[in-house]
């Protein structure tokens, strides 16, 4: 049965995905790229970036896992891109180039849509402005029966948290500490009676946490 995912997940000790003052020079925010270091470690992202080397192991597996069984992606506006309110006709197709690397349906909340975007490999993005639960169902019937990947960032995840619509959550927490940014778990009080922790593996970088609806 076809499910809704949070996989590798970036969260600092204190709480928090991104770090403050998003902007093109910081698109995870400022010292948000300190949580993402465990990622350009391994064999997988190098591959990804045309490079050798890199390493095996833990979180090599848990990066390739990420996309497997997969059929569309929800994003928050904040994830696509660094504008706010109406979009500037500034041609910006987001952070990723010509080909994004999500290759199937991701829908982009907004309260600004605007016409489809499809690019090289598959991706397309569609900037919608109807609510977390209409849209999750626009996901799944493009999912085609394949899992659906909320990607984030912090708000965005939260919403879903919150209406109980995730059925598996995997953080990757990392030893680094912000102090301020984007938090993950404000106002989720009753969290603990809904979800539960099914995995936790350490490597020398981070410690992988699974959490599933009970």
């Known amino acids: 049965m076809a499910k ?44 990804r970036v045309g490079e050798s080397g890199g390493s095996a192991g ?6 390739l896992a990420s996309d497997v069984g997969v059929g569309a992606t929800i994003m928050g506006r904040n994830m696509f891109g660094p504008q706010r309110g109406v979009w500037p006709d500034d041609g910006w197709q987001g952070w990723w180039g010509d080909e994004p690397p999500y290759h ?25 402005d109807d609510g977390i639960e209409a849209v999750l169902e626009r996901a799944m019937e493009a999912a085609g029966g394949q899992d659906v990947k909320i990607a984030g960032g912090a708000s965005t995840v939260r919403q879903y948290l919150a209406a109980g619509l995730i059925d598996e959550l ?8 912000l102090g301020t940014g984007e938090r993950l778990f404000g106002d989720l009080a009753d969290l603990p009676e809904r979800y539960h922790v099914v995995e936790h593996i350490c490597s020398p970088a981070v410690m992988h946490v699974r959490i599933a609806r009970r």
Do not use: C, K
């Open 170 to 177: 995997h953080l990757a927490i990392t030893p680094v500490l």
């Open 4 to 47: 809704v995912v949070v996989r590798n997940l970036a969260i600092s000790l204190d709480g928090y995905v991104a770090g403050p003052n998003q902007s093109l020079d910081a698109p995870i925010g400022e010292r948000g790229h300190d949580l993402h270091e465990w990622v350009f470690a391994t064999r997988s992202w190098h591959e």
């Open 104 to 128: 199937h349906a991701t829908f982009v909340l907004t309260h600004h849509p605007r016409p489809a975007l499809p690019m090289q490999g598959g991706t397309t993005f569609h900037f919608v």
């Open 58 to 63: 833990v979180d090599n597996d848990f990066l």
